[in-house]
């Protein structure tokens, strides 16, 4: 445990000595490089900020406008019957756009239910499993330059899916 420790503590730094060593090495002006790159990431997140404005919005207005709580509840009847809980419905739907607004969410269930509880671990194997597919395809298809995403969506929902039956698999396992 103590060479874990000490490896996550030294690894970051270490990998950067690396990186300017070998930069130096075979003499690469390290610090204009840098200021290439970091210009470059400057303006992907000029273009992408449209995009991540309009998602976090979005999510906002589904939480205040109690859409989201409206659709949970008609969901949730349902989904109780594959034994999927009604209570984290919210943070499965959430999920798919937002993971910050997501585990806000978690954060509830936490509070209310506890870490440890079913819910809890639930919701924390689920937040592994899953991945923020709105988000995701929104920022890398237009940084990208994509167009077509083809079958993208479909294969992102049905891994969603396969996730979330895998998190109530190993929740239920404990």
Same mark, same amino acid.
Not at 47 to 60: E, R
Not at 85 to 92: E, F, G, R
Not at 129 to 138: A, N
């Given at each position: 445990?103590?060479?874990?420790?000490?490896?996550? /503590?030294?690894?970051?730094?270490?990998?950067?000595?690396?990186?300017?060593?070998?930069?130096?090495?075979?003499?690469? =002006?390290?610090?204009? /490089?840098?200021?290439?790159?970091?210009?470059?990431?400057?303006?992907?997140?000029?273009?992408?900020?449209?995009?991540?404005?309009?998602?976090?919005?979005?999510?906002?207005?589904?939480?205040?406008?109690?859409?989201?709580?409206?659709?949970?509840?008609?969901?949730?009847?349902?989904?109780?019957?594959?034994?999927?809980?009604?209570?984290?419905?919210?943070?499965?739907?959430?999920?798919?756009?937002?993971?910050?607004? !997501?585990?806000?969410?978690?954060?509830?269930?936490?509070?209310?239910?506890?870490?440890?509880?079913?819910?809890? =671990?639930?919701?924390?194997?689920?937040?592994?499993?899953?991945?923020?597919?709105?988000?995701?395809?929104?920022?890398?298809?237009?940084?990208?330059?994509?167009?077509?995403?083809?079958?993208?969506?479909?294969?992102?929902?049905?891994?969603?899916?396969?996730?979330?039956?895998?998190?109530?698999?190993? !929740?239920?396992?404990?």
């Amino acid at each position: 445990m103590d060479f874990l420790i000490f490896l996550s /503590t030294y690894i970051i730094p270490f990998i950067l000595f690396i990186v300017i060593g070998y930069a130096l090495l075979i003499k690469q =002006n390290v610090y204009e /490089t840098f200021i290439k790159g970091a210009a470059s990431g400057f303006h992907t997140v000029i273009g992408i900020m449209p995009t991540l404005i309009g998602l976090m919005v979005a999510v906002g207005v589904l939480r205040a406008s109690g859409f989201l709580d409206m659709l949970s509840d008609i969901l949730g009847h349902f989904l109780q019957y594959i034994g999927f809980p009604a209570q984290l419905v919210p943070v499965t739907i959430v999920r798919m756009f937002s993971s910050s607004a !997501a585990t806000g969410l978690t954060l509830d269930i936490f509070k209310e239910y506890g870490p440890d509880s079913f819910f809890g =671990n639930l919701v924390s194997i689920m937040m592994g499993c899953t991945e923020t597919i709105f988000y995701t395809m929104s920022v890398y298809f237009m940084t990208a330059k994509v167009k077509k995403t083809r079958y993208t969506l479909p294969g992102a929902l049905i891994a969603t899916l396969a996730g979330i039956a895998a998190s109530m698999v190993l !929740a239920r396992g404990m």
